[in-house]
């Protein structure tokens, strides 16, 4: 979570917020001095994004406590300028499971507005907001009447059927009812480009506003991102580590120099290592970059040690690769082969990215 910071744990999930989120209070400030806004009204603007901001965690803890009602674990939820993520330790296999994680997120917001609901209805002047054309609260009796709009739309704005939104994750479980979940991920996909294709077009038109074109963009992109990573899990979980294991690997004892490492890297055939003590106990790992820290640092004598990673993860070489994808995912480069006990190989990043870009 490099640029962020923990504002919370709840649930036993940590929540962190990126110091980007600092941009759009800035820009609510901008905003309200070019509109010629009361610093009582600036205030309530900012009071208002803080609400939203608040109600998207929400939203993230719904995916994160639907999706530990299948036994999926979320490591963090990150709050960006963008909006919010729960990152789940994996997703949900099964279509219905699925559905019900992506769901329960525009559910928490469709929630809030129904709790609300009774004030918009019994409270007259709570249509003031409406009528000012804003979604912002300007004063203290306008801050329920935005937090209604503003939930409303985030939950109809999340089941627009395009990834990175719920509503892609939705259409995907759905067709995966039917279909294997690649080719369901590739008609999901599919679909989400085209929904932000008419987004960059008819924002680059000016009908929809320049945000909705970046916006689309954005979503377009992630759409293709998802599916690749589809297709590239299904590709893991069809191979084990034995198909692409390398036997013959270099070995670093601790107090070898850096500079050892470094001419090894340079030869390109060999860009992870394991390090060994001198009685052949595997004592850590060497990675790529860590090499090149020593290198950025101009510290070539050091010794092998003082960069190596003592975070050790063996895996068998009947194991899948998706599980060695899974493992590597929290940044570890290199992986030895064990049977009995007994270091047989060695698989780390660069083999797995060789084998994902075979046909």
Known sequence: MKGAVKILTAFNIPVFIHWSFGLILAYVLFVSNEQGLSSSEALWALITVLGLFFCVTLHEFGHALAARRYGVGTKDIALYPIGGIARLERLPKKPIQEFVVAIAGPLVNFAIALILLPYMIFVPSSLDIIEKGSSFAGTASDFLPAMFILNLGLGIFNLIPAFPMDGGRIFRALMSIKLDRVKATLIAARLGQIIAALAVFYGLQGKLGVTSAFIGFFI????????????????????FVKDIMRVNFTRFFPEEPMYSAINELRKDVER????????????????????????????????????????????????????????????????????????????????????????
């Open 272 to 359: 992870n290592f394991l390090v060994f003590s001198r009685d052949e106990k595997l004592v850590g790992i060497l990675g790529q970059k860590d090499i090149l820290k020593a290198m950025k640092e101009e510290r070539r004598t050091s010794e092998v040690y003082q960069y190596m990673s003592q975070k050790i993860v063996g895996v068998s070489k009947e194991m899948r690769l998706k599980q060695v994808f899974e493992v590597m995912q929290d940044g570890i480069s290199i992986c030895p082969v064990m049977e009995d006990s007994e270091v047989i190989g060695v698989i780390d990043v660069t083999a797995m990215n060789n084998f994902m870009r075979k046909k």
């Open 220 to 239: 377009f992109m992630m759409a293709q991102q998802e599916y690749r990573f589809v297709k590239t899990e299904a590709k893991f979980d069809s191979a």
